[in-house]
């Protein structure tokens, strides 16, 4: 199995997962667009004790939203996100963006899409440059 390292954009934080992933759902709810500061969340769905924690597990800050089964867990040195348990516990997620490598499935399904950010559409059809423009 081969093993997949994530890290924090500090550093701070990292780990080590086998790169084996159960689903990987891009969710544009409104509040993984709060929870991201962006269009959508990219979330890889794993079993829970698919993780080895290899440094700062004491700077993830846990926030669970009030009534609803949705959390972030995040660096609080640098605020990038990173893994946590499900609501239910069932599942690790493991938000794709914090992963050093590519994961061993591409995204599967666009979730939410009732509540996608009105900016989105536009952007994915914007113009595109390699770097920063000129
Ligand atoms: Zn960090
Ligand atoms: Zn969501």
């Known amino acids: 199995m081969s093993k997949i390292l994530g890290s924090c954009l500090c550093g701070k934080v990292s780990f080590e997962s086998n790169n084996s992933f159960e689903q990987f759902h891009l969710c544009h709810c409104i509040q993984c667009q709060k929870t991201t500061g962006s269009a959508h969340a990219s979330n890889l769905f794993t079993s829970p004790d698919n993780i080895k924690w290899l440094s700062g597990l004491e700077f993830v800050k846990r926030f669970d939203v009030p009534g609803r089964a949705i959390s972030k867990a995040f660096c609080t040195e640098c605020g990038c996100g990173v893994p946590y348990l499900s609501g239910s516990g069932q599942a690790l997620v493991i938000p794709a963006g914090c992963l050093d490598d590519k994961p061993d499935i591409?995204?599967?399904?666009?979730?939410?899409c009732s509540e996608k950010a009105k900016w989105y559409e536009k952007g994915i059809g914007a113009k595109q440059f390699e770097k920063f423009p000129d």
Do not use: A, K, S
């Open 106 to 112: 591409d995204p599967q399904d666009n979730i939410f």
